[in-house]
């Protein structure tokens, strides 16, 4: 298993500004992964963190709103911009320790819930 | 299109009793099926997975799912339901399609369990 730590677990922003999300793993990994919940939806894959190079973006979500780093392989940070309500979720680390393959689950943070007014 | 559906938003249960949750998915080829548990204000908790092999997996806090490909199906299920299981269960299909974002996981929409003392 991995032990994700990420910062902060909560944040109330104001519209306009933006925030970043800090996910610490306790071990290396090979992919680390970042998710949004919308309020009583399901997860979206938002982007892969690449280590040492530009995060790779799901459809609908672009780098110049979510703003990615990856600068070793037991750390990454989030960065919502320009924030509005509609940024309001919570967002999921995620990480698999399972290189080229597609068998091993993935482990998850415990979130970092945005509200932003 | 890689997806799940789980068609129940809620299951009530009393303790003591059996409880399932359902989930059905539609892929392109072998399916990686995956389901975990989020309780209130954490991330998700992996709970089992089936690649390959026996129909029947067992996972955490005795928990099973049972893989049925002619229904598409992979319920989750536990023979006596306990209070503490109480908690937001989601259902997840790994995407193995060629060219595919390696690892990444599509989410059901979630089904909320209550189990009443």
């Known amino acids: 298993s991995a032990v994700i730590s990420q910062k902060p677990s909560r944040d109330i922003c104001q519209r306009g500004t933006s925030l970043t999300i800090q996910c610490q793993v306790d071990?290396?990994?090979?992919?680390m992964f970042w998710y949004r919940q919308q309020p009583g939806q399901s997860l979206t894959l938002i982007a892969t963190?690449?280590?040492?190079?530009?995060?790779?973006?799901e459809s609908g979500f672009v780098i110049d709103k979510f703003p990615i780093s990856r600068p070793n392989l037991t750390f990454s940070t989030l960065t919502v911009s320009n924030m509005s309500p509609e940024d309001s979720s919570i967002y999921l680390c995620?990480?698999?320790?399972?290189?080229?393959?597609?068998?091993?689950?993935?482990?998850f943070g415990e979130g970092s819930r945005l509200t932003v007014l | 299109a890689q997806s799940v559906a789980q068609p129940e938003d809620q299951v009530n249960v009393a303790e003591g009793n059996p409880l399932t949750v359902k989930c059905t998915y539609s892929v392109s080829g072998n399916p990686y099926l995956f389901w975990y548990v989020q309780y209130p204000n954490r991330g998700l908790q992996f709970l089992l997975k089936?690649?390959?092999?026996?129909?029947l997996v067992k996972g955490s806090y005795g928990f099973e799912a049972e893989f049925n490909k002619s229904q598409t199906s992979f319920h989750l299920k536990k023979p006596s339901a306990l209070v503490s299981d109480s908690a937001l269960y989601f259902c997840?299909?790994?995407?193995?399609?060629?060219?595919?974002?390696?690892?990444?996981?599509?989410f059901g929409r979630g089904t909320q369990l209550t189990v009443w003392p």
């Open positions: 995620s990480v698999s320790k399972n290189r080229g393959s597609n068998t091993g689950e993935l482990f």
């Open positions: 089936y690649i390959t092999g026996d129909n």
């Open positions: 963190a690449n280590q040492g190079s530009e995060a790779t973006y």
């Open positions: 997840a299909v790994r995407d193995i399609r060629r060219g595919s974002t390696l690892g990444r996981l599509y």
């Open positions: 071990s290396q990994v090979t992919m």
